[in-house]
């Protein structure tokens, strides 16, 4: 687990000072990791590696459920409870495996940290974005069905003057 200590001991971490980025606050020192409460303080980012596992293990024991219960019917009615026990165990089991895994816990960390320093667009932004994008999308509509009436008109022409 030498991944959390690289995560809240990294020198090369950008602060909230960089400029010309929107990186959010440094994690040590930082007063509004410390108005959090003690638990998320000393959770910091390790929480959402932890939430990412959780839900790994959720979409594995699903995905399991579903397949075997797909392969059961094949043979005989198939024991719901017997199948999901099952599935859970090794869900949880693969789980537990793949957190224990320095490379697989390394990467998920890595995405985390990167994902922490990425500016997320207002509520404003998305906003102005999307109506941009509908705009352009229906300028770009019209422009192409006009090219599309245009050419047909001609190709019509064509065909029934047979030139």
């Given at each position: 687990?030498?991944?959390?200590?690289?995560?809240?001991?990294?020198?090369?971490?950008?602060?909230?000072?960089?400029?010309?980025?929107?990186?959010?606050?440094?994690?040590?020192?930082?007063?509004?990791?410390?108005?959090?409460?003690?638990?998320?303080?000393?959770?910091?980012?390790?929480?959402?590696?932890?939430?990412?596992?959780?839900?790994?293990?959720?979409?594995?024991?699903?995905?399991?459920?579903?397949?075997?219960?797909?392969?059961?019917?094949?043979?005989?009615?198939?024991?719901?409870?017997?199948?999901?026990?099952?599935?859970?165990?090794?869900?949880?089991?693969?789980?537990?495996?793949?957190?224990?895994?320095?490379?697989?816990?390394?990467?998920?960390?890595?995405?985390?940290?990167?994902?922490?320093?990425?500016?997320?667009?207002s509520r404003r932004e998305t906003y102005t974005s999307t109506i941009v994008v509908i705009v352009t999308?229906?300028?770009?509509?019209?422009?192409?069905?006009?090219?599309?009436?245009?050419?047909?008109?001609?190709?019509?022409?064509?065909?029934?003057h047979k030139v």
């Open positions: 687990m030498n991944a959390i200590k690289h995560m809240t001991a990294d020198p090369e971490a950008p602060s909230s000072t960089d400029e010309g980025h929107d990186y959010p606050a440094n994690q040590q020192g930082s007063t509004e990791i410390e108005s959090l409460g003690p638990t998320r303080a000393t959770l910091g980012l390790q929480r959402w590696v932890q939430y990412v596992f959780v839900v790994g293990a959720a979409f594995v024991l699903w995905f399991l459920d579903k397949v075997a219960t797909l392969v059961w019917q094949n043979f005989a009615e198939p024991p719901a409870v017997t199948i999901t026990a099952l599935a859970a165990v090794i869900s949880i089991g693969s789980t537990i495996a793949v957190y224990r895994n320095d490379r697989s816990h390394t990467l998920v960390t890595d995405v985390v940290t990167e994902l922490a320093k990425v500016s997320w667009p999308s229906l300028i770009a509509a019209a422009v192409v069905g006009a090219f599309d009436f245009v050419w047909s008109f001609f190709t019509d022409l064509l065909y029934k």
